[in-house]
């Protein structure tokens, strides 16, 4: 599953609506649906991405966190590190290598800390 894929199953459960409902509306078919709730499929594009906003009716905060989690959804994601330090590669290879490994709680500790350093390091550059 994805985080996209979860909320998005969250908040069409929320509305009792169902899969075969909500494809017919998106003009997708309901297995395409599913395979993007299980995180079968990768995250949407813009377009299905508003299509899925505008259908669910969702607030403004409901939609931009709609859209923070497709982004943070690709389950085939690929981290190019060309042109990057030593370290960015070996970091990218023990992430995928070990990822296998984590439980969600040490996956939590270490998303938190890779926010964390990321907006140290935003802010050191301002």
């Known amino acids: 599953m994805t985080p996209f894929g979860i ?10 609506i169902s899969q075969k409902e909500m494809a017919l509306a998106l003009g ?3 297995a395409y649906l599913s395979a993007l709730e299980h995180g079968q499929r990768g995250k949407p594009n813009w377009a299905m991405l508003q299509r899925i906003v505008g259908f669910l009716n969702v ?10 989690l497709a982004l943070l959804s690709d389950p085939k994601v690929t ?11 070996q970091t990218a ?26 907006k140290e390091s935003r802010s050191e550059k301002l």
């Open 93 to 118: 290879n023990l992430l995928a290598r070990h990822i296998h490994e984590l439980d969600d709680a040490d996956l939590e500790r270490l998303a938190d800390n890779i926010r964390k350093l990321a």
């Open 7 to 16: 909320h998005l199953q969250k908040l069409r459960r929320e509305r009792n």
């Open 59 to 68: 607030i403004w905060d409901d939609a931009e966190k709609l859209q923070e």
């Open 28 to 30: 997708v078919s309901p």
């Open 79 to 89: 981290i190019d590190t060309s042109g990057q330090s030593a370290q960015a590669t």
